[in-house]
């Protein structure tokens, strides 16, 4: 099984409707992060969660909120969805490390598209 | 801020030619360097990392090294095998936060 798992992996919603992306994870990892992927743009990072009761804005948290309901689980909302959120979305997770060495660990990614 | 800059594509090669991809970054301290790989249809996974300057990070046949003084970690592959295509992200991380910032990647196709 794998060790990050994203639902759903697509997504088609309108203009509107509130979303909810869902990650888990085996890992037994603290750190928990939601990214989007645009072509061209690479990943930018949305929001983190250091452990359950510690979660950060990242650089483009507008219009999204976040909820770390239990060390294992992550997940993303769209309170409004909107067509420039339609994206590739990741959720990954790393452990507390040193310094900024540790790796992180990608989900397979979920394909939204907002109509 | 702290920024990455790689080689725009897309990149085509032929099966056993050589690879480069070229990564400069902007960072206020001393950041940790990495190179990530997206096949087609899947996460990121990490390809290689280092840490600290003239480090090489190496795997699968792939190196780049940590060159502080041209502030760069290109990756390199002496032989590439039509396995390899997939999007590149070259990426750091720094200070107290631990957050990836990520170059905007490079779509590299091998062809048979």
């Known amino acids: 099984d794998a060790d990050v798992t994203q639902t759903p992996r697509n997504r088609i919603t309108k203009t509107g409707k509130r979303i909810m992306l869902e990650c888990s994870q085996t890992?037994?990892?603290?750190?928990m992060y939601w990214y989007r992927q645009d072509p061209g743009l690479g990943l930018r990072l949305i929001y983190y969660?250091?452990?359950?009761?510690?979660?950060n804005k990242g650089e483009i948290s507008d219009g999204y909120s976040v909820s770390r309901q239990a060390q294992a689980k992550f997940s993303l909302s769209l309170e409004s969805a909107i067509p420039n959120q339609t994206a590739l979305y990741f959720c990954?997770?790393?452990?507390?490390?040193?310094?900024?060495?540790?790796?992180?660990?990608f989900g397979p990614g979920t394909r939204l598209l907002v109509l | 801020g702290n920024s990455v800059t790689q080689m725009e594509g897309p990149v085509t090669l032929s099966e056993e030619a050589f690879l480069t991809i070229n990564c400069t970054y902007t960072?206020?301290?001393?950041?940790?360097l990495f190179w990530y790989v997206q096949y087609p249809g899947e996460g990121l996974q990490l390809l290689l990392k280092?840490?600290?300057?003239?480090d090489k990070g190496s795997n699968k046949g792939f190196e780049a090294t940590y060159r502080k003084e041209t502030t760069s970690f290109h990756l390199e592959k002496g032989s590439v095998q039509v396995s390899d295509s997939a999007v590149y992200f070259c990426?750091?991380?720094?200070?107290?936060?631990?957050?990836?910032?990520f170059g905007k990647g490079t779509l590299l196709t091998v062809n048979p």
């Open positions: 890992k037994g990892h603290d750190r």
């Open positions: 960072a206020t301290g001393y950041p940790s």
């Open positions: 990426a750091l991380s720094e200070g107290s936060n631990y957050k990836l910032t």
């Open positions: 990954a997770t790393s452990e507390t490390g040193t310094g900024g060495r540790e790796t992180q660990y």
């Open positions: 280092a840490t600290k300057a003239d």
């Open positions: 969660s250091f452990d359950v009761k510690d979660i």
